[in-house]
């Protein structure tokens, strides 16, 4: 299975910025399609963002267009999500996954997710 570790999620204020890791542990990201995904409390998981291992970019949702960004360090084993102008609606806890595609959307393995919590 494709082990996937998430950090630096934690306590921001609404504007703020925070940039989530997703490394990977036992395998090698660069051929994989890693995709970013959030569930709020009480909400539905969200798919966000996912880059294919050529760096193809595809958005699943319009909420986050223009403030998060999603980028890879295959050196570094690792695929970001950078969050900015944050806003409270954004506390969730988020996740990366390896895709099988983005285009398809089916998840092949989940990380366990880091929480972003946006308050004043």
């Known amino acids: 299975q494709l082990q996937l570790v998430e950090s630096g999620g934690g306590l921001v204020q609404p504007g703020g910025s925070l940039r989530l890791s997703c490394a990977a542990s036992?395998?090698?990201?660069?051929?994989?399609?890693i995709g970013w995904f959030r569930q709020a409390p009480g909400k539905e998981r969200e798919g966000l963002l996912c880059i294919s291992g050529s760096g193809s970019l595809t958005n699943y949702t319009d909420s986050v267009k223009g403030r998060f960004t999603i980028s890879r360090d295959n050196a570094k084993n690792t695929v970001y999500l950078q969050l900015s102008s944050l806003k409270p609606e954004d506390t969730a806890a988020y996740y990366c996954?390896?895709?099988?595609?983005?285009?398809?959307?089916?998840?092949?393995?989940w990380g366990k997710g880091t929480l972003v919590t946006v308050s004043s």
């Open positions: 036992g395998f090698t990201l660069d051929y994989h399609s």
């Open positions: 996954a390896a895709m099988y595609s983005c285009h398809s959307k089916r998840v092949n393995s």
